[in-house]
């Protein structure tokens, strides 16, 4: 088996007459053969079957000279009988065919981790009850493999109220990090920015945390990096939770597939759960309002049945 393809690389394949005529290295490695082997066959049976007709089709429209995507997602099937999701750019060259492509298996492995952050988005409108829209963030993006903080900014700092591990980083991580809960933290550059702007990117966690344990505790602060980075916990985008009544918190996200790009995301994620803390709090005046209307209407009941004063007090109380 071939070395695995770099993140991101592009190779090369040409085609003349309908078979390959070179294969770049880089290709060979995201096919799993060899250049060799390769030079000769067929390239759509490198493609994986369930993509192998709209391949062909698209391909024989860009050889006519006909509008067609410039560049399109298909999955290689490799000799293991798995996947692997390519980009492809096809450019007729006189009588040769160059294809480009791109390994975009990085990007194919989080799309379902961002549908599913969409989904827990929509499920935790279903909550009704602070306690338990947080108990479903936590626990919903436990289960995409993230881990999860709420921080609550004061004047003085930034306070931890929870943290919620990854499975996979659970056992260390309580460890770490447990001491720190209810502390109150420093204010850095990443907090402020998140308080801000509403959102904020770091691959480089450990040095938030850092920041947060403070000067004054350097050699914690320089355990808490150390272990940031150990564990796989670089890479963490913060939203801030716009709540209607008083913006009270903001949450971090930390998971070793976050990017730049999942800011958006995020933020999105954010407002909705914004947005159900924001309907638990409605629901929670109204049912205190409720039992204090039926407290009301309880006492105007005794006020009509009391014979004098004192036995209305008596029952009343």
Sequence with gaps: MTEAAPLEAVGTVIVRDGKILYASPLVAALTERTSAALVGTDPFELIAPEDRARTAERYARRLRGEPTP??????????????RAIEL????????????IRDVSARADRRPRLEAIAALGVAIQRER???????????GLRAIGLTSLLLRPEVEGVRLEWAAPAPAVADAFDAQVTPFLGMLGAWGPFSRKVWTDGAAYSDDWGAEVGVFVGDSRAEVAEVARASSVALGLSRAIAVRLDERAAIRHY????GDWLDRGDLAA??????????????ARIIADLSRRNAELAALNRLGAIAGDAADLPSFFSRAA
């Design 251 to 254: 949450l971090v996200v930390v």
């Design 266 to 279: 995020m933020r999105l994620f954010g407002a909705q759960v914004a947005a159900a803390l924001d309907a």
């Design 129 to 139: 009850s602070e306690a338990a829209v947080f108990e479903r963030v936590r626990d």
């Design 89 to 100: 750019r096809v450019d007729v060259d006189g009588p040769d065919v160059v294809v480009r």
């Design 70 to 83: 410039l560049e399109y997602e298909v999955a290689l099937a490799l000799p293991a009988g798995e996947r």
